[in-house]
Structure formats: C-alpha cells, structure tokens
C-alpha cells in the first residue's frame, strides 16, 4: 500500500507509478480513508488511490473462482491478454474501458495486475469475511471525493469486513481499537529529480523516469483526537 511504503521508507515502482501524476505544489486531501466498528464487522470507505490494493488484497482471501463486477482501465488495450469474459469495451482518447461481469479465477486478476500495473481495477466482489464494492469508472484526477461542511469524503471504494489484516494495513498507525477513525493526507511536492542521463533520454522517457521529491503529511483523527504525522520522499 502506497502510503505505508512511504512511512516505511520503501520507494519501489509502485509508488513512483503512483506519483507520476503530481507536479510541483501542494495537493490536499489525496488518498483519503475512513473506517467505523460496526457490531461484528468494520466498515471502511477510501479514495480511488486504494482500488487495486483491496482488489488484490480480497482477491488473496478468496478460493475459487468469484463472481466479479467493475470495469478494467488502461492506456493499453487489454483485450487480447485477458481470457475472461469481457462485456463491454470503451476507448475515449485514448483510456481504454473493459466492463466486466462474469466469474473469474483469482490468478487471472493477479496475472493483469502483475503485467500492466498501471491499470486500474474498479472491480466489485465477496468473500467469506468482506464484501467489497468499489465505482465502476476510472478516477477524476486531482479531485477528491464529494464535498460537504465537513470537507471532502472518501467515496470511491467501500469495504465491509471481519478482517483485521486489512485495517492494519491501511490504518498502520492507529491500529484496530476504535470506533471511528478517518485519515486525509497533503502531498507537497517541493522538486523534481531527473535522471542524470536526461540529455541521452527522449521526452516521454525523462518524464516517466523523473522522481518526485518531498512531504507527504498524514492526518488521523481516531474517535475525535487528531494525530499529524509527516514522512518525506523521493519516489
């Protein structure tokens, strides 16, 4: 999970995949999360940063084929790689859009997700212990979820679980002993750090090896009481 890796020093691919997208400045209100106890489960509602996380960590709780629901997005057309159903194909500038809606076995997801990491996977399905339903659509870039006098909510991706493997992924710092918590964070990107052989690379190449250097600030408010913590980065 992203920003867990962040905290942990760990800047691999994923999270240089995921930052691409942010220039120079301040964003707020990026990867938003909330959770609530409920009597025997947890609800937990997030921003469109966390789908492939919990599509991949439900898939993983899962065995047999599931019943799935969702759409596939990419840049690249994946008919030809998927084996699986796929109900409707979109292309609209570009981003391509397979709708999905058929039982499917949990390699096949994990397969994709391996090969084109870029993809998103708003995909929808239940378990045992979860049942995840996450927006049929590809993500709005740089708008958080919908407003209201409270501020913006996540509202993207829902999960109701028993499952406490996946609350201490997600809500690292805090743990599993609340009733109501919610975390907002507030990347700042304060430089660029291009790669040293910039001038042998061509445009395209320099803007997806480049590296984003900064702050990222994570606010948790468990049960009313605020915890502020920073991390700094270079992914």
């Not at 937990?44 to 019943?67: P, R």
Request: contains cysteine; proline residues 3%; hydrophobic residues 40%.
């Amino acid at each position: 999970m992203v920003v867990k890796k962040i905290f942990d020093e760990v800047f691999d691919e994923e999270v240089h995949s995921d930052f691409l997208k942010f220039g120079k400045g301040e964003y707020k209100n990026k990867y938003l999360l909330s959770g609530k106890k409920q009597a025997s489960k947890w609800a937990v509602k997030a921003g469109a940063e966390y789908a492939n996380f919990l599509v991949k960590n439900c898939l993983e709780k899962v065995s047999g084929s599931v019943e799935v629901k969702g759409v596939i997005v990419s840049t690249t057309d994946l008919r030809d790689e998927i084996k699986f159903e796929i109900k409707k194909a979109g292309n609209f500038q570009g981003v391509r859009k397979l709708q999905i809606d058929t039982k499917i076995e949990p390699a096949e997801i994990f397969d994709l997700m391996e090969r084109f990491p870029r993809a998103f996977f708003a995909l929808s399905f239940k378990g045992d212990d979860f049942a995840l339903k996450i927006k049929p659509k590809a993500p709005t870039s740089g708008k958080p979820g919908k407003a209201s006098e409270e501020g913006p909510k996540a509202d993207f991706c829902t999960l109701k679980t028993t499952n406490k493997e996946v609350l201490r992924e997600l809500f690292f710092d805090v743990g599993t002993d609340w009733t109501e918590v919610s975390v907002n964070h507030t990347i700042n990107v304060t430089g660029i750090v291009y790669p040293e052989n910039m001038a042998e690379l061509k445009p395209a190449e320099v803007r997806m090896l480049a590296k984003r250097k900064g702050v990222l600030t994570r606010t948790a408010t468990v049960d009313g009481v605020d915890k502020v913590s920073e991390a700094n980065f270079v992914a």
